[in-house]
């Protein structure tokens, strides 16, 4: 891991609990210690010496964007409005949330339609997906993993979960029957608190009232082998994150050897609190495999 750089932001979230219904994770949030080291290339994640450093003439990659669980394509609106202003193609994909396997296979097939490289971002259950989705895809040259699951071959997001005590997740859950299994929501009255505590409050109802439920069977699937061990990755860590513990994802982009860097106070709906640390992130990936 090239090291990991701590930003200091804004945080108004308010803390409250509810009984479990699903058991997704147990325990309260952790607190992440301060990190030694930091990024050597630090600067180069701004916008403007990200752009200074590319070479001339050189077309863009397409970035491709995946949201996660109990979020739509929407989330990553800011994101785009960043990175289509500095050029960028983008692509913001309808994760289908139905299960990790026909979740990739859906994200693949729109990979293979992308003519020339891309940059493949994941935010939160959207990271498990472009692990698998990006395999035997030679023009995906990065991975961007947001606050995101990152697993190895054979881990599930509950895996992970239950390594890492902190979540908030599963007390919050709202489980409701489909045709073939069980979807699950974020309780509106939790959303604030586990998902999006330094988003404004008027977004944050707009996000838990049109969220996309998640099938409970894609937490239990296994991943298949990582795409991050042979593509280079960038890691956004939310260092106040509810859903994922802070530790969890320290510690996935650690093995994964990315490119990390911590954004102190962060929700897990961090691509939505601080857009324009999430597209210089994605920025710093597309320079550096350019």
Same mark, same amino acid.
């Given at each position: 891991?090239? %090291?990991? @750089?701590?930003? #200091?932001?804004?945080?108004?979230? =308010?803390?409250?609990?509810?009984?479990?219904?699903?058991?997704?994770?147990?325990? @309260? +949030?952790? /607190?992440?210690?301060?990190?030694?080291?930091?990024?050597?290339?630090?600067?180069?994640?701004?916008? %403007?010496?990200?752009?200074?450093?590319?070479?001339?003439? @050189? !077309?863009?990659? /397409?970035?491709?964007?995946?949201?996660?669980?109990?979020?739509?394509?929407?989330?990553?609106?800011?994101?785009?409005?960043?990175?289509?202003? *500095?050029?960028?193609?983008?692509?913001?994909?309808?994760?289908?949330?139905? %299960?990790?396997?026909?979740?990739?296979?859906?994200?693949?097939?729109?990979?293979? &339609?992308?003519?020339?490289?891309?940059?493949?971002?994941?935010?939160?259950?959207?990271?498990? $997906?472009?692990?698998?989705?990006? &395999? %035997?895809?030679?023009?995906?040259?990065? +991975?961007?993993?947001?606050?995101?699951?990152?697993?190895?071959?054979?881990? @599930?997001?509950?895996?992970?979960?239950?390594?890492?005590?902190?979540? *908030?997740?599963?007390?919050? +859950?709202?489980?409701r029957?489909? !045709?073939?299994?069980?979807?699950?929501?974020?309780? !509106?009255?939790?959303?604030?608190? $586990?998902?999006?505590?330094?988003?404004?409050?008027?977004? &944050? =109802? +707009?996000?838990?009232?049109?969220?996309?439920?998640?099938?409970?069977?894609?937490?239990? #699937? !296994?991943?298949s082998?990582?795409?991050?061990? &042979?593509?280079?990755?960038?890691?956004?860590?939310?260092?106040?994150?509810?859903?994922?513990?802070?530790?969890?994802? *320290?510690?996935m982009?650690?093995?994964?050897?990315?490119?990390?860097?911590?954004? =102190?106070?962060?929700?897990?709906?961090?691509?939505?609190?601080?857009?324009?640390?999430?597209?210089?992130?994605?920025?710093?990936?597309?320079?550096? /495999?350019?």
């Amino acid at each position: 891991m090239t %090291g990991i @750089t701590p930003v #200091e932001p804004r945080e108004n979230g =308010r803390r409250r609990r509810r009984p479990a219904l699903v058991a997704l994770a147990v325990g @309260t +949030l952790l /607190t992440v210690p301060a990190l030694s080291a930091a990024v050597p290339a630090g600067p180069a994640l701004a916008a %403007g010496s990200a752009a200074a450093s590319a070479k001339p003439g @050189t !077309p863009k990659p /397409t970035v491709v964007l995946v949201h996660g669980a109990f979020a739509d394509a929407s989330s990553w609106n800011a994101v785009t409005a960043r990175l289509e202003r *500095q050029g960028y193609p983008v692509v913001a994909v309808a994760n289908p949330l139905r %299960g990790l396997a026909g979740d990739s296979a859906y994200v693949s097939s729109i990979l293979d &339609t992308i003519p020339g490289p891309v940059v493949l971002a994941g935010h939160s259950y959207g990271g498990a $997906v472009i692990t698998d989705a990006a &395999t %035997g895809h030679s023009n995906v040259k990065a +991975l961007v993993y947001i606050a995101a699951f990152a697993p190895d071959e054979g881990e @599930t997001g509950l895996s992970i979960l239950g390594q890492y005590p902190g979540s *908030q997740l599963s007390p919050a +859950l709202t489980v409701r029957p489909y !045709p073939g299994g069980q979807d699950a929501y974020v309780n !509106p009255a939790d959303f604030c608190q $586990v998902f999006a505590a330094d988003v404004p409050a008027a977004t &944050t =109802r +707009l996000m838990a009232a049109g969220q996309r439920p998640v099938s409970l069977a894609a937490f239990a #699937e !296994p991943s298949s082998a990582p795409a991050w061990k &042979t593509i280079p990755s960038w890691f956004l860590v939310a260092g106040s994150d509810r859903a994922i513990p802070p530790a969890a994802e *320290q510690a996935m982009a650690k093995r994964a050897g990315s490119h990390a860097q911590v954004i =102190r106070g962060a929700s897990h709906a961090v691509l939505v609190s601080h857009p324009d640390a999430t597209a210089h992130l994605i920025e710093a990936a597309a320079h550096a /495999t350019s």
